[in-house]
Each structure stands twice: as C-alpha cells, then as structure tokens.
C-alpha cells in the first residue's frame, strides 16, 4: 500500500459503523400479535412525571403546558393520560340558570349535583302547569265567585247609598241626575218632578233664574264630591278584588311550592328562588287566567307574547353531566372567545334583537369546569381575546360571559349581566417548545398560571428495555388501526428507520407520526401483495416508495450534473478546488447534492474575500465560518511573520443564498491546497465546520450528504476510490440505506473521519499535514510547510512592490476589512433546475 493509501486508511470508517443493524432474533416475538394491546408511551419519562404531578396537584396554577416537536405523541398521551385520571375523580355539579325576579338582567346561576339539573326542570316545569291549571279551575269556581260576588256587593252597595243620596239632595234642590256616557247631567224639574222644558225656563224671571243657577252650582260641587268618593269605592273594590284573588292564588300555589322547597331543602339557593318564584306567581296571577285564551289567527304576537311572559319560570340547564362519568375532558378545537366562555345569544322579533337568560349558552370552560381542558397552543394564540379571557378566568376563578361586541361598539347595547359560576379546571395546553418560552418571557400571568412544563423530546436513548417497549408500542398501534400484524424482521426494520429519522445509532426517533406513516404503508404494500404478515422486504418497500414520490428534483439535479451542466467532478485531482456537500430541504423531503468549491490565492494584503458574501448571497453563519478560516490562517501561519495575501473562495454554479457553516472546513482546506499547489482527490468531497483551532466540528444531515454525493458517483461512474470525509463527531449519526452501506461494506465507495484539519489534509491529498515545532517551522515535504512557504512568499512580493507608506497605510486598511459589514440576507427561494418547483431552503 501506498504512502498516500496507508494516510487514508487510517483514518477510513468499516462498514460496520455506517448502520445499526437491528438484530431480528433480539426480539421476544414472531408477530405483533403476541404483544399486548396496551399502548404505551416510550422514552418520554421527564414529561410523564411532570403530567402525573401536576394531574394531581389541586392548587390554582398548577396548569400544564405540554411542549415538544409535533410528532412526538404529546397529543395522544396527554389525551389518554388526562382521561385516565379523570376517571377516579367525581362527576362536578350541574349548573342552572334562571330568572332574576328582583334584576332580569341579570339571572341567576345555581349548582345542583350531576344529574340534579333535568330533575329540577322537570319539577318546575311540572310546578308551572299545575299552576296554570289549578287558577284557572279557582277563578271558574263557584266558590271563588261567591266570595267576588260578596266583594263586588259590598261596595255596590257602599256606591248605591252615595248615589241615592245625591239623587235626595238633587230633589231638595228642585234637580233631577241623569247618567250619560260623558259624566252626571242635573236637570232642573217642576215641583211634580217632571225636567222643565225650554218654554218654561224662558217664563222664570230674571230673579227665578239667578236662584236656580245658583243651586245647580251648589249642586254640580256635591255631584263631584260624589264623584269622588264613588272613585275611591271602586279603586277600593278592586283592590279588594286583587287581594281576593292573590289570597286565594296564594292558597292554592303555596302548598305545591312548599312541597318543592321541601324536596330541595339542602339546595338553600332554591329555596330562596322558589319564595320570590312564588311571590311573583301571586303578583303576576293574571297571565294565568289568560293562558287558556287562545289568540285569533291575527294576532299571532299575543301568543308569542304570552309564552315569553312563562319564560321567566323556565330553567335554563346550562351544564347537564347527568350522563358524565367521573370528571370531564373537553377538547376543544376551536378556541373562539364565546366558544370557551360561553355567550349570550339574539333572536330576531319584529325588527328588534332580544335576548333572556334561556339564550344563555355555555363555552368549553363551563363544559370543563370541575375537569379538564385541552388547548393547543396555536389555536388559543391565534383567536382574538381568546387568550385573556382564558387567563382572565383562571386568575379570577370564575366564567363571566360578556358581549364582547358591546366594547368595541359605539353605542352599548342593553344585554344580560349573567352570575359568573366559579372555575376549577385543569387546563392543559399543547404546543411548541419556543411558544412556551416566548410566554415565559413575554407574558407575566404565563408563569403564574401554567407552573408545569410537559416537555416531550424528539428522541430516546435506544437501550435494550426501550427497545422491547418501543416493539411493543408498535405491536399496540397496528392492533389499534386494524393493521396487518409485523413480523420481527419487519419490527427490526421499523425501528432502524425510527434511528434513521433520528439520525443517531444510539437514539431512536420520538416522532410516531413518521413511523405510523411507515407503519401504515408497510401495512398496504403487503395487503396489496396478498400477503398475511408485514414482513422487512415491505417495510423497506414503503421506505423506497416514499422516497421515490418526493425525489423528483433530487433526480433532476443528478441528470443535470451527468449531462455537464452542472460542473462536479468526482475523479481526478485538482488542487483548489473540491466538492462540498450542502442539503436541500424540500417539505417533507431531504437530500444532498454536491458542489464545487474553488479558492484562489494572490498578492495582496485583504485577507480571505468570502465572494458570496461580497454578492450578499452569503447567510451570517456561512460569513461567520468564512471569517474563521482567516483567524486559523493567523493563528497557524502569522505567529512570525504578518499574513499577507489575497483569497477568493466561492460555492461554483450557486444562484442562491449560502446558508450554514457545513462547508467552512471544505472550503479551508480548498484555499490550503492552492496555497501549497497541492492536488487534491476529486472523488473525495468533504463536509464538516471548523473553529479557529482547526478542530473539525459536527453538522448536520450527514446522511443525506453522503447519500446524495454517492449517487452522483454512481451516475457518473463509481471507481472504487470515491467517498465522504466527515467530522469523527458525527460517526453516531450515521444510518446510510441500504444501497450505500452495501458500497461501504464491499468497499465501491468509502467514508473517512477527521478530528482536525491536519487530519483532513492527509486524506485528501495523501501527504502528511506536518506538525510545526517550537520555533513554527514545519517539516519538509508537508503540506503545512508548502503552505507557510508560499505565504511567506506572498509577503515577500507584496513588499517588493508596494512603498513602505502604503503598506501601512494598507495594514489599517486590511484590518478594517477584516470587520465585516452587516448585509441583509435575502428571503428569495433558491432557484431550481425544476422551474415547476423551487425547493424551500438550502443548508450546507
């Protein structure tokens, strides 16, 4: 083997280390159908203590937010872990409204025990009827009109004795009284009693005539006065007529209303509505004389006017948890402010928008009240006002349904003032780990009220009992979604692919969205096929599949680079100049493509030039890595002598923003071999981020590099010698598919692993990196050594022709150059080969 080979190999990573291998005879099973039906949550113990302490601490403000990426089945354990707990507790109360006798505008709210809502309604409604039909049959009696009669008798008589005596006194005065439609007439008469007529009246002297109007003057102030009194008699008879009939309404609905307030004489708040309920029955007894009128079909309104004079004793059964098992659960899906806190509606009549307390509706937290609530985060924060009412009835301990159109209209409209009921609720809220803290941060009552964070992560520690939990976890969501059972190979395969999508051998992926994806087409494949089992050819079928109906663009790019259009070269040796890997995120769908990374160095005295960033297609962390490549040059090559050079690096065939500082390394040690003129193996291409110490430091999608970059190889030609030089930090990430661990294992396609630059330089050109001495100097025959020579000659020539003055004045030049403008960064999408599509991003 070969100096250069044996550089390589040492540093080459076995085919082994690019996958876990899920063992199949490591599981305890044949198929899914041996395990248990229980699902289960995996790997998520922080947030399940944080749920079980929280569901059972009663304090106000223990509330729960639970956070974590989408996918990780907080949704489904909060849910399951909320019912299960509010199984063991009781059913809360039912909540009534009714009406306010002494305020209408504002009814009146009055718990009763779950199921005790429907039972008072039917015995008010009951109540009603009996009333309605035991008045009607007191005011048709016969004894009831006896007493009236001696009533109204009474005072004819009282009124017959005023009159007769008027009628006395108008003799005595020579006039006779006539009652006519407009009032009492005096009538002067003859001493036989006959009226006088207008011929005798004109034969009265003058004297005569003065005397008579003078006693029908008299006479007209004792008729008043008569008047008068008869008035007062017949206010007074029907009073006594009111008071008869309250008296005897009173006798007859005191006894059944007593026998209900005996029923509810643990409920105090009934009981007091019951004695104003009937105090207003007795006053309002009219309405139930007239309930057995029947209006005429033109006057529709009367009868619509008298069911709503029976509203008032109705109930308005706001909560019924008569069917509740232990402690309510409501989701709700769409948090509006009148859907959590309930509102009061209109009706249309004649032109005119009315409401009463029956119109009272009730929102989620009524509905939750004395259980549970599940918001999700995005829902709740998105609706108007919907978060402060929320946070305003939590501090407050209380639901208060308000119109909130009357705040924002110009004129208040007259509506209902409903009681508020008290609130005990459990709220849990689900949403992303960055909406948690930005209301930590940003909202003062969040702390307050949500004391417990829930936080799901995105992966698990793969360990042999997770493991078997995980299988079993499958085994439960194929019984569940009536799947086909799974073989152990075929479980052995999922969870492979669960480590792959969290791109760690050592960690399986939380995300049991993607893997019930896999699940349920894994599941179809084989339906399709005929088969009775899942087994791993299927899995890795659905795998396939999926890629294949996202990867459209992927392939366009690879013909692209096999026609020549886009300039890769994967064989050879050029120095300069090598490929850099970048990931392109496109929805759902990742994938690698390489491109080609040059350098150029020259005289002068700017430093590294970043062209990309020169042309503002540069991100800030892609200048950021830029700018540390000239802090390594300094710190390795100037400790003696000042750098001094122009360095041009750029992303070749880039029409899009360069985002990421993946390819800092790359493009290292691209400037390195132009600097040394040191060919550098075009097969291999390189990814990875470097600090100012030249050690190499992770990234990510490693796997979607070194799989895009190996399908370039192969439609181009594979040779055996080709391969990805990754950060060592990054050998856990690997889980390459099976087509590119096959190639690493037969040895068609290799990858390497670098600590430092140093160790990277070897791999790529095959000659020591060279390691400086005390007094900075490297061994001949490095790359280091060629590196500091060339600078040095560089310094060399600069100085030759540039006057001692300007090279000052161009040392404070370099140094402001070496401070970086802040330019903005574009939002525009990347171009695409595809016009039909643009992909979203692109991440070195």
């Known amino acids: ?45 922080r947030a399940v203590r944080a749920l079980d302490f929280a569901l059972n601490v009663p304090q106000a403000g223990y509330n729960i937010f639970v956070s974590g990426p989408v996918g990780t089945g907080r949704n489904t354990y909060s849910m399951s872990k909320v019912t299960k707990n509010a199984a063991t507790r009781p059913a809360p109360a039912d909540w009534i409204y009714v009406h306010n006798f002494q305020q209408p505008d504002q009814p009146i709210a009055i718990p009763l025990p779950a199921g005790g809502g429907q039972g008072f309604r039917r015995e008010l409604e009951r109540l009603v009827n009996e009333l309605k039909d035991a008045i009607r049959k007191l005011f048709a009696s016969e004894t009831f009109d006896v007493k009236r009669s001696g009533v109204v008798s009474q005072f004819e008589q009282r009124g017959n004795a005023i009159w007769r005596e008027l009628e006395n006194e108008a003799r005595r005065q020579g006039f006779a009284l006539q009652r006519t439609p407009i009032g009492i007439m005096t009538v002067p008469v003859t001493p036989s009693g ?10 009265l002297t003058p004297e005569q005539r003065q005397e008579l109007e003078r006693r029908h003057r008299a006479l007209q102030e004792i008729v008043a006065d008569a008047t008068r009194r008869v008035r007062v008699i017949e206010r007074e008879a029907k009073d006594a007529l009111q008071e008869l009939e309250r008296s005897a309404v009173l006798s007859v609905a005191s006894h059944a209303v007593e026998s209900l307030k005996q029923r509810y004489a643990d409920h105090p708040r009934i009981a007091a509505w019951l004695d104003r309920f009937l105090a207003d029955v007795v006053e309002r007894h009219d309405d139930f004389k007239e309930e057995g009128e029947q209006p005429t079909p033109a006057l529709p309104f009367l009868a619509q006017r008298r069911a709503s004079e029976f509203t008032r004793y109705r109930v308005n059964l706001l909560i019924d948890n008569s069917e509740t098992k232990g402690a309510p659960v ?53 609706s108007p006002l919907s978060w402060e009412g929320l946070k305003r009835a939590l501090k407050s301990r209380e639901i208060r349904i308000e119109n909130i159109a009357e705040q924002y209209g110009v004129v208040p409209t007259a509506t209902l003032r409903p009681e508020p009921i008290p609130l005990d609720i459990k709220v849990v809220v689900i949403g992303a780990t960055l909406v948690y803290h930005l209301l930590y941060q940003f909202d003062d009552d969040f702390s307050k009220l949500f004391k417990i964070k829930a936080d799901f992560d995105i992966d698990v520690e793969r360990t042999d009992p997770v493991v078997r939990e995980y299988a079993q976890a499958l085994g439960a969501i194929c019984r569940s979604r009536g799947l086909l059972p799974f073989d152990r190979g075929a479980v052995a395969r999922t969870l492979e692919q669960s480590a792959r999508i969290a791109g760690d051998q050592h960690r399986l992926s939380m995300r049991f969205n993607e893997i019930i ?38 392939e366009r790019i690879r013909e692209l680079i096999k026609d020549g259009q886009l300039l890769v070269t994967v064989d050879g040796e050029a120095s300069g100049q090598l490929n850099g890997l970048s990931v392109l995120m496109l929805g759902d769908y990742a994938f690698g493509r390489p491109a080609r990374i040059t350098a150029r160095a020259y005289v002068g005295g700017r430093g590294v030039i970043n062209i990309e960033r020169e042309t503002q297609m540069s991100g800030r962390i892609h200048s950021k890595g830029v700018l540390t490549l000239g802090a390594y040059l300094g710190g390795k090559f100037a400790q003696h002598r000042p750098l001094s050079l122009n360095a041009s690096l750029t992303f070749e065939q880039t029409y899009e923003e360069v985002e990421g500082d ?17 060919p550098i193996d075009q097969g291999i291409a390189v990814t990875g981020s470097v600090n100012q110490k030249g050690e190499i430091q992770p990234i990510g999608g490693v796997n979607e590099k070194i799989e895009g970059y190996y399908y370039v190889c192969k439609a181009l030609g594979l040779t055996g010698r080709q391969g990805v030089m990754i950060p ?40 020591p990196a060279g390691q400086a001495d005390d007094e900075g100097s490297f061994p001949e025959g490095t790359v280091n050594f060629k590196v500091s020579q060339r600078l040095g000659e560089l310094a060399d020539r600069l100085r030759r022709f540039i006057p001692p003055r300007a090279r000052e004045d161009g040392a404070r030049e370099e140094v402001r150059d070496e401070v970086p403008a802040r330019e903005p960064v574009t939002d525009a999408p990347p171009p695409s080969p595809d016009p039909s599509k643009k992909p979203d991003q692109e991440r070195e």
């Open 1 to 45: 083997m070969s100096a250069a080979g044996e550089l390589r190999a040492r540093h080459r990573v076995s085919g082994d280390q690019v996958r876990w291998t899920c063992p199949p005879d490591a599981l305890p099973f044949a198929t899914t159908d041996e395990l248990s039906e229980d699902e289960n949550i995996v790997g998520q113990e």
């Open 194 to 203: 006959e009226p006088m007529s207008d011929e005798q009246l004109a034969q």
């Open 330 to 382: 409501v989701v709700e899906p769409n948090p509006t402010y009148y859907n959590l806190l309930g509102k009061a509606e209109y009706r249309g009549e004649f032109g005119a928008l009315v409401t009463d307390f029956m119109m009272i509706k009730p929102g989620a937290l009524h509905r939750a009240n004395g259980g549970y609530l599940i918001l999700q985060a995005r829902d709740v924060l998105s």
């Open 517 to 554: 994806d896999v699940l349920y087409e894994s599941s179809a494949w084989a339906k399709s096929e005929g088969a009775s089992v899942v087994t791993a050819l299927h899995v890795r079928r659905a795998i396939d599949e999926h890629i294949h109906r996202s990867n459209r663009i992927e």
């Open 662 to 678: 993946s390819a800092s390394s790359t493009e290292l040690y691209a400037l390195l071999s132009d600097l040394a003129g040191v």
């Open 728 to 767: 060592h930090q990054n050998l856990r990430n690997l889980m390459l598919d099976d087509e590119v661990t096959a190639a690493v294992r037969d040895g068609r396609f290799h990858i390497w692993s670098a600590r430092t630059i140093d160790e990277g330089l070897e791999v790529l050109t095959g000659i």
